[in-house]
């Protein structure tokens, strides 16, 4: 929830006093449909208070974008509008894609160009509908075209039941609402319940880079032939806003730190979404532990760590208790496996207990523009002096706490079983004849539009224009079809894959966050070097496989490989791999993919099409 909504009804609470009824909280809601409305424009911001402005592309000219809130098993019914100017280039075209929501028996409404639909062309609209199914917890979204996520994303929540939500909506028709309509009465329950926890109320951080060079410069150095290696974000961004530099913090209409209000004594449910379009952080509160409840959508035993790793499109929902002298403590980011480069950021925002509040401003509500209600916030342009301890990056080890983490409702039995098939990705960074970089997997980059001529495959499917899987026997190559350029798969196979790392002998291993659309996986094993499927296919390390959707690939280097036979080798040699499972019970066409986008665009993606025949029968 953003920091909006939630000043909105604290104003509410305010204005409507303690007379109004509150509602059932305890009788599930009735689902209901919820109607968003996205235009796509372009504006010039300036997020960190520097000298510097750039055009980007906004969602109804926020950074980060509206929250998206609803109840599991809503109807979400989104209407994204290109309103950018047009240019001979594909570069204003968008799509939006809903990250980590499956889209059972949806997968046109995913959003991922080429495969699910096209690139919304300017001037015109796309409208992505699909019902929440079977799953609760932090999501967000966030463009899935070049390096527009940079600033088009924003918080996605799903509220399991009526009383996980803070926002009761007391909806006059009982049918459906305007999600964005602000008549509409907002309380606070007494007292939240997310799966077995409870807590007083909720807090979402979004964090996300900002690089001063704009966006399609950038991306045009990534994919060209004068590519080295990717620059550090100028500023990392805690809900859209930071300082680049806390002595030049006297610019102009500066919004300063992103500051986090919060009672003493109480629990709150921190939602941390990891929206980075290329760093791994570290995320820490000072003086304040964090219990780890939810990863991705699952509820996890509880597990308390000082500090989270939050690769690009993780989410985490922690507990904090605020049992601290009241002060401001600093909310903080640095950069994790990052090779030699500097870690500290200025990612840093402010976790500010009420007594300084009240202090600092009288909390008077003011309408917008659009007649919104908002509280006048003290803006905070010196970052708090207490700040959390981090790991020293030689502390850092693969695969993190991710091994003592355990499902809250066991283990899905699934996971024991043997596989249906094993496919291996092999991922390969390559500089081609004419200078660029490519990642190859199983050597193939992945480019848009490369599997269905500029058409998206689904539609191919829907209307039988396309070939059905089948006539080539994908053994040989990994379960990939060259004819359709992508790997299919059979309706409720259940398919181990094998994310496999390389390096250049001597040179640096590189972590890539994979994710998985249409499915949340299980990742069952991992390890050091090479995959070998004869000797470790039958490997099992990971006791407690919690269902998640994005799966880090950790450098996990086997020095041995270095060497064969007093030679140096100068071929790719396995640096570590993950094996994920995922239950191809999701007819669609789905994207796999590492989220360090720059890495995404380089061809660290393939496309899965699963079932298409049976989508083409439900026609
Ligand atoms: C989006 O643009 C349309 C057309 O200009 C306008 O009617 C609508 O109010 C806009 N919606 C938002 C949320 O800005
Ligand atoms: C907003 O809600 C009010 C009261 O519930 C309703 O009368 C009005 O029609 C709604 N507006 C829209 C645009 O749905
Ligand atoms: C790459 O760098 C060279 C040398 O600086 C320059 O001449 C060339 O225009 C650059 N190419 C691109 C595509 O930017
Ligand atoms: C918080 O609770 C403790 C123990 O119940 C109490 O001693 C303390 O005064 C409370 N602090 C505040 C700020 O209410
Ligand atoms: C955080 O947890 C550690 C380990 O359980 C404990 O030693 C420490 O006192 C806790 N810190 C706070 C601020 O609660
Ligand atoms: C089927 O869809 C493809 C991809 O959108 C399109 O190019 C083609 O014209 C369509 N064919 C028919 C017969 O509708
Ligand atoms: C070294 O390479 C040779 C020829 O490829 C091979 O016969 C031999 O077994 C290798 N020795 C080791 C220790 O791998
Ligand atoms: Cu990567």
Redesign the pocket.
């Known amino acids: 929830m953003t920091r909006l909504i939630r000043l909105v009804h604290l104003v509410c609470l305010a204005l409507l006093a303690n007379n109004v009824v509150r509602a059932e909280s305890t009788v599930q809601s009735n689902p209901i449909t919820r109607y968003y409305e996205f235009n796509v424009t372009q504006q010039s911001i300036n997020p960190d208070c520097s000298d510097h402005t750039s055009p980007v592309f906004l969602i109804n000219q926020q950074m980060p974008g509206p929250a998206i809130v609803a109840n599991q098993g809503d109807t979400l019914h989104i209407r994204i509008r290109n309103q950018l100017s047009e240019v001979p280039t594909h570069h204003h075209n968008v799509a939006i894609h809903f990250h980590g929501i499956r889209q059972y028996g949806s997968s046109e409404a995913d959003g991922v160009p080429y495969l699910t639909q096209l690139p919304i062309r300017p001037g015109e609209e796309f409208v992505h509908e699909f019902r929440i199914v079977n799953q609760a917890g932090t999501f967000f979204y966030h463009a899935h075209v070049g390096l527009q996520e940079e600033t088009v994303f924003g918080p996605f929540i799903v509220y399991e039941s009526q009383e996980a939500n803070p926002e009761v909506l007391i909806n006059p028709t009982g049918k459906e609402i305007v999600a964005s309509n602000h008549s509409i009465s907002r309380f606070t329950p007494p007292v939240l319940r997310g799966g077995p926890f409870e807590y007083d109320d909720e807090r979402t951080l979004i964090l996300s880079e900002w690089w001063h060079r704009p966006h399609l410069e950038f991306e045009k150095f990534i994919m060209g032939p004068n590519f080295t290696f990717l620059p550090e974000a100028d500023s990392i961004l805690i809900n859209g806003h930071t300082l680049h530099s806390s002595r030049r913090a006297t610019v102009a209409k500066c919004g300063g730190y992103e500051v986090i209000p919060v009672q003493?004594?109480k629990t709150y449910r921190i939602r941390v979404i990891g929206a980075t379009t290329f760093r791994t952080l570290g995320f820490g509160i000072a003086n304040h532990n964090l219990t780890i409840i939810e990863v991705d959508g699952e509820m996890i035993k509880p597990y308390t760590v000082s500090q989270l790793e939050v690769a690009p499109g993780q989410r985490f929902s922690v507990l904090l208790h605020t049992?601290q002298?009241?002060e401001d403590y600093a909310i903080q980011v640095v950069r994790r496996w990052s090779d030699n480069v500097e870690r500290v950021t200025n990612g840093l925002a402010v976790l500010h207990?009420p007594q300084l509040l009240s202090r600092l401003s009288k909390t008077i509500p003011e309408a917008n523009s659009r007649g919104i209600l908002r509280l006048k916030k003290p803006v905070m342009l010196e970052a708090p002096s207490i700040r959390p301890k981090f790991e020293k990056a030689a502390q850092e080890s693969p695969y993190w706490i991710w091994n003592n983490l355990e499902p809250f409702y066991g283990v899905d039995p699934v996971v024991r079983k043997p596989a249906s098939r094993t496919i291996k990705l092999r991922s390969v960074e390559r500089r081609l004849p004419d200078g660029t970089s490519r990642f190859q997997v199983n050597g193939v980059a992945y480019s848009e539009g490369m599997s269905s001529n500029q058409q998206p495959i689904l539609h191919g499917i829907l209307n039988n224009t396309r070939m059905l899987p089948g006539r080539y026997d994908t053994s040989k190559s990994n379960g990939y079809d060259p004819n359709l350029r992508t790997y299919p798969l059979k309706h409720f196979e259940i398919v181990d894959i094998v994310i496999q790392n390389t390096h250049m002998a001597f040179e640096p291993c590189r972590s890539h966050p994979w994710h998985t659309h249409g499915h949340s996986h299980w990742e069952i094993a991992n390890g050091q070097g090479e995959y070998d499927e004869e000797r470790d296919g039958d490997i099992r390390n990971i006791e407690h496989p919690i269902q998640k959707d994005i799966t880090m690939n950790y450098p996990n280097v086997d020095p041995s490989l270095f060497m064969n036979n007093g030679t140096k080798v100068t071929t790719p040699v396995g640096c570590g791999w993950s094996k994920i499972r995922i239950v191809a019970d999701n007819p669609g066409v789905w994207a796999v993919h590492c989220h360090n986008t720059p890495h995404m665009l380089m061809g660290m993606m393939v496309a899965l099409e699963e079932a298409p025949e049976l989508i083409r029968k439900i026609q």
């Open positions: 003493p004594n049992d002298m009241p207990y």
